[in-house]
């Protein structure tokens, strides 16, 4: 079954893009793929979603290059309202639907 | 605005008290999860229902039960609790089709066992 990984950490600069990637093994071609944003004493909040190459909406992009052994969100022009910390969530349809998160990215937008 | 609301923000029981925590939603969602997040561990998934009166077991149901017996709640329980299961618990609903539909989650409860 996927593993889902996550890079621990991450600095950025205000006005800089930000690309977080998840490692997914295993995954189909119709499997999808989920990011969240949480920040401290408050639940998980929806960013972007998606299962073919690329999604993008109006505050993330979401990358699926063709092997779908990873994926990458992409903020662009983080602000400092950005840090929070950053989940993907995969769910298998051939494992009966498992859902599987990553452990999150802490992310630190500086001045 | 969909809206989880969870009963406790913050929640101190004894060991081998049972415990009830209550979650509710407004959107007429199909779906519904119950999720512990601890340090280091991220969001691990202990039961979901996707109907009223069904559930699912997570990676994690060890120790937990739930009910559903109306479509817009959601109960978790903890039978006796343990210290081990101090953490933050998180409910979260959806639309139908586990995962094709964002989930949109309550604030959480703090749970500390003493």
């Known amino acids: 079954l996927a593993k889902t990984t996550q890079p621990i950490s991450m600095d950025s600069y205000e006005g800089q893009e930000v690309n977080i990637t998840c490692s997914h093994n295993?995954?189909?071609?119709?499997?999808?793929i989920t990011w969240y944003q949480q920040f401290p004493s408050q639940g998980p909040r929806f960013i972007i979603q998606?299962?073919?190459t690329k999604v993008t909406n109006e505050v993330a992009s979401l990358f699926i290059p063709a092997d779908r052994k990873s994926s990458t969100l992409s903020l662009p022009r983080v602000s400092l309202s950005d840090t929070a910390v950053y989940y993907c969530?995969?769910?298998?349809?051939?494992?009966?639907?498992?859902?599987?998160f990553g452990g999150g990215t802490r992310v630190l937008v500086k001045p | 605005d969909v809206k989880v609301t969870q009963s406790s923000r913050y929640l101190v029981k004894r060991t081998g008290e049972k415990v009830f925590l209550e979650c509710v939603q407004d959107m007429d969602h199909e779906n519904m999860f119950w999720y512990r997040q601890d340090p280091g561990l991220g969001l691990r998934l202990i039961y979901f229902?996707?109907?009223?009166?069904?559930?699912e077991k997570g990676d994690i149901p060890e120790g937990y039960s739930v009910s559903r017996e109306k479509k817009e709640r959601f109960s978790l329980i903890l039978e006796s609790a343990s210290t081990n299961q101090t953490s933050m618990y998180l409910c979260?609903?959806?639309?139908?089709?586990?995962?094709?539909?964002?989930?949109?989650f309550g604030p959480g409860t703090r749970l500390t066992v003493t």
């Open positions: 979260a609903s959806s639309g139908q089709g586990i995962g094709s539909y964002e989930q949109y």
């Open positions: 998606g299962y073919k």
């Open positions: 969530l995969v769910v298998l349809k051939a494992a009966g639907n498992k859902l599987t």
């Open positions: 229902s996707y109907d009223v009166k069904m559930k």
């Open positions: 295993n995954i189909a071609t119709n499997d999808y």
